[in-house]
């Protein structure tokens, strides 16, 4: 308990720099304005959304579209008719992607929908479980629109039931594109505060950190990471990196951005459209050791 203790004050430490500087500033500031903003849409967040397989359709009457969706489905029909699963965090619900969602639809993707599980997760729930039953909800998704595969941005909690999914459920056949934002990869420190099956799951070397950090067959799958330096909820915030040597993976750092904010930030929204209007398909490239094919990128 005593290494805990100190990592987490590490932890706290390393917040407490990157808040210090004038971007760690407004980074504050952000979390605090998204956490204000996401208090108030947390309750719409928990209807759950109708989900509409007709969204892709709409595509074929370009002319009614605005012209930066217009030039998205002309140029890469296959971008933007691919739907896109969404999936929260522990404790939360579809409004942390209340802005994330109309960027990407802006950007013309036509099937964009979020996930919610239940908020009791976070006291009985269990990431294996939450995986096989979001592998369910892409089946159904896959079959109502005709797509084969998909592409699922996930925060924090959400990204790794969706990195369980991809990596030991074979949901890499239909996953396109992983993106995780803020997810603890390698676990929190923060997670032996609250003592929950669920949480344990999450703490650093537990039994589920380490099946995934299990040698694996070759995934389809393409993994897209943001992380923070300035996470709180991330402890220590490296935890958020993924370093697998079976896995695809290019790694983005935002130096000033908090937990809750990384679904909002600017930065970040533009590596997850960028990540997911691209057209090449992993699939078609050698799985290269992520030591070797490793992107890693700073975005300021």
């Known amino acids: 308990m005593a290494g805990t203790g100190a990592g987490l004050a590490g932890g706290v430490a390393g917040v407490a720099r990157a808040v210090a500087t004038p971007g760690g500033a407004r980074g504050v500031v952000v979390e605090a304005a998204w956490l204000t903003a996401h208090t108030v849409l947390y309750p719409w967040g928990a209807i759950e959304q109708q989900f509409r397989p007709e969204g892709h359709l709409r595509h074929y009457r370009t002319d009614r579209l605005p012209l930066r969706r217009r030039g998205l489905v002309v140029s890469a029909m296959d971008a933007a008719g691919t739907p896109i699963v969404l999936v929260h965090g522990i404790g939360d619900n579809r409004s942390t992607f209340a802005v994330l969602s109309g960027a990407l639809r802006r950007r013309g993707f036509g099937v964009v929908h979020a996930v919610n599980y239940s908020v009791l997760t976070a006291l009985t729930g269990d990431v294996r479980r939450s995986a096989a039953l979001l592998g369910e909800h892409v089946e159904r998704i896959c079959e109502q629109t005709g797509s084969d595969r998909v ?150």
């Open 151 to 300: 592409h699922v941005i996930g925060h924090s909690l959400g990204g790794l039931i969706a990195r369980y999914y991809v990596q030991r459920l074979h949901g890499d056949a239909r996953v396109k594109t992983l993106v995780t934002l803020g997810t603890p990869h390698g676990g929190t420190l923060a997670a032996y505060l609250f003592p929950t099956s669920l949480t344990r799951q999450l703490r650093p070397g537990s039994d589920l950190l380490a099946e995934l950090s299990e040698p694996c067959r070759p995934c389809r799958t393409k993994f897209v990471v943001v992380w923070s330096g300035m996470d709180q909820v991330v402890i220590p915030q490296r935890h958020a990196r993924l370093e697998h040597p079976s896995l695809r993976v290019e790694e983005y750092r935002i130096r000033d951005s908090g937990h809750l904010s990384l679904s909002v930030d600017t930065r970040a929204l533009q590596v997850v459209v960028t990540a997911v209007t691209r057209t090449d398909d992993a699939t078609d490239h050698p799985i290269v050791p992520v030591r070797e094919g490793f992107s890693s990128s700073e975005v300021t």
